[in-house]
């Protein structure tokens, strides 16, 4: 089945700075990749996903990259700001497993005012 | 549209009982799925409903079960409580699971003492 790495577990960075979370997926049939952001005591959302037919989306001060080749795909957020603070969850999903996303462990970023 | 809603949103039980959570998708959406969030193992996949039949299973014992009605509602039931099943259990909800999108409800604390 699909494997799903995430690092790192906790990022710590001030506010203004960028900040990036990797994820490695182990099933290269996988070409689902969504990233979702729970903050504490709420549900997890959806803030940005990516299919494999597209190496880059961006959404205001989010982005995700992916590089099919390799098998990894990133989680940019600039001009980081205190409300980002969260635990943010990527994921993979295809035909492979029935399209039921693999999650990563969870990073949690800490955005220091 | 109304999110997807999830009740109890908290629970204690007893090493033993048996417990049943519900789940109520957004609507016209088809597919739910349940998972375990834990701090040590992030989001664990549980089982997927479609239609009624259990489409997706993930590696949970079979004290774990759940179905789903006409009305795309579901409930899980956690038969023999142990106290490592103490987590938030959080369902989500999907169009027909073949984008990968899924919405998540605001989950269950279950606590078993």
């Known amino acids: 089945g699909e494997n799903v790495e995430q690092h790192p577990s906790t990022l710590s960075v001030q506010e203004g700075d960028s900040a990036v979370i990797k994820c490695t997926y182990s099933d290269s049939a996988s070409n689902y990749f969504p990233w979702y952001k729970q903050e504490l005591g709420k549900r997890p959302q959806l803030i940005i996903d990516i299919r494999s037919n597209v190496g880059e989306k961006k959404d205001q001060r989010i982005a995700v990259t992916l590089n099919k080749t390799a098998k990894h795909f990133s989680l940019h957020i600039t001009e980081t700001q205190p409300e980002d603070s969260a635990v943010y969850f990527c994921?993979?999903?295809?035909?492979?497993?029935?399209?039921?996303?693999?999650f990563g462990r969870g990073t949690s970023l800490i955005v220091h005012p | 549209k109304a999110g997807v809603t999830q009740t109890p949103r908290y629970l204690i039980k007893t090493r033993g009982q048996q417990v049943t959570l519900s789940c109520s998708p957004i609507s016209g959406h088809r597919s739910v799925s349940w998972y375990q969030q834990t701090p040590g193992q992030g989001l664990q996949f549980l089982f997927e409903?479609?239609?009624?039949?259990?489409?997706n299973k993930g590696n949970f014992p079979g004290r774990f079960s759940g179905r789903q009605f006409s009305n795309s509602r579901s409930e899980m039931n956690v038969s023999t409580l142990e106290l490592g099943d103490s987590a938030l259990y959080l369902c989500?909800?999907?169009?027909?699971?073949?984008?990968?999108?899924?919405?998540f409800g605001p989950g269950t604390r279950l606590t078993v003492t």
């Open positions: 989500a909800s999907s169009p027909s699971g073949s984008s990968g999108e899924q919405y």
């Open positions: 409903y479609f239609s009624e039949t259990q489409r």
């Open positions: 994921a993979a999903s295809g035909p492979g497993g029935s399209y039921i996303p693999t």
